[in-house]
């Protein structure tokens, strides 16, 4: 075999290494985001724990009410999320927990909903792909000062009375800078939000002292984009942070990366929650 043919070989075998493990990592995996959205609840700690597995996976320390922490892969299946009070041993009984399945190429937010009182963790599926040259957005209502709320952009309504601690279903939505506003028996908040073709967006209506306040979360561009973060074992090494940039697949798979880089960051509220590594 000549020198050439060697070389040629030896480039699909390299090519072959470098594309399996992404394609074998790109179908095994799923994406989670974790949201403190009661108002008078306490700053709580949250842990991620896949099952059979005592130790956590993820950890995030003092979520305040308003924190969303960016987006997180980890290998497709069941996992445990349970909320302790700030500052409690791990070993100490969670306050909260729930269940979640991740399935491979699929995205979820787990969000602590409600008064604290009867506070809740609801496992929320989101999406990762938009009806072409449209924008998709849903709002969750996280205000205890307005029972309800009714979301508008422009002259679309994006979610009608809207009960508090209640997540409205994805309403399709065509590109532009819309004027948003949320109104409730005694409150109302606008805010200018831009909404780019291939977009999905969560808004979410939260409480500050006296007022209201809109808080656009930028979730995925589209179906050639998903959210990002390696597959976790903790925030070691080479592992995704938060704050990463939701970046293609394609550009991943080129540089022979199953792990994304960090990048632009574009939520002006999404508060960044202390991580460690488990």
């Not at 060697?6 to 072959?16: D, E, I, R, T, Y």
């Not at 896949?50 to 497709?76: C, K, M, W």
């Not at 399935?103 to 009182?117: E, I, M, N």
């Not at 819309?178 to 939260?206: D, F």
């Amino acid at each position: 075999m000549t020198a050439i043919a060697l070389a040629m070989l030896g480039l699909a075998v390299a090519q072959v290494a470098v594309a399996t493990p992404f394609a074998l990592a790109s179908s095994q995996v799923g994406w989670i985001q974790l949201a403190h959205l009661s108002p008078n609840t306490p700053a709580v700690d949250v842990y991620l724990y896949s099952f059979d597995n005592p130790n956590a996976q993820i950890v995030l320390h003092h979520v305040r009410y308003g924190t969303v922490s960016p987006f997180e892969q980890v290998a497709a299946g069941d996992y445990t999320v349970a909320m302790r009070g700030a500052g409690a041993a791990s070993s100490s009984k969670p306050v909260l927990s729930t269940v979640v399945d991740i399935a491979p190429r699929h995205a979820y937010t787990v969000a602590g909903l409600g008064p604290a009182s009867g506070l809740r963790l609801e496992v929320i599926p989101d999406k990762l792909t938009t009806p072409p040259g449209k924008a998709l957005v849903r709002i969750i209502e996280a205000s205890m000062q307005q029972d309800t709320v009714t979301v508008t952009a422009g002259g679309t309504t994006l979610a009608s009375n809207l009960k508090f601690g209640s997540v409205s279903s994805f309403v399709t939505v065509g590109p532009g800078t819309w004027s948003v506003q949320a109104k409730g028996a005694s409150k109302s908040v606008t805010a200018s939000i831009k909404l780019v073709a291939g977009t999905i967006h969560t808004i979410v209506v939260l409480d500050e002292p006296g007022k209201l306040v809109l808080d656009d979360l930028l979730e995925a561009a589209g179906s050639k984009v998903a959210p990002s973060g390696g597959p976790q074992t903790g925030f070691g090494g080479t592992a995704g942070q938060p704050g990463a940039a939701l970046v293609p697949w394609a550009a991943a798979a080129i540089v022979g990366l199953a792990i994304t880089v960090t990048g632009t960051a574009m939520l002006t509220r999404r508060r960044r929650p202390a991580q460690h590594a488990r």
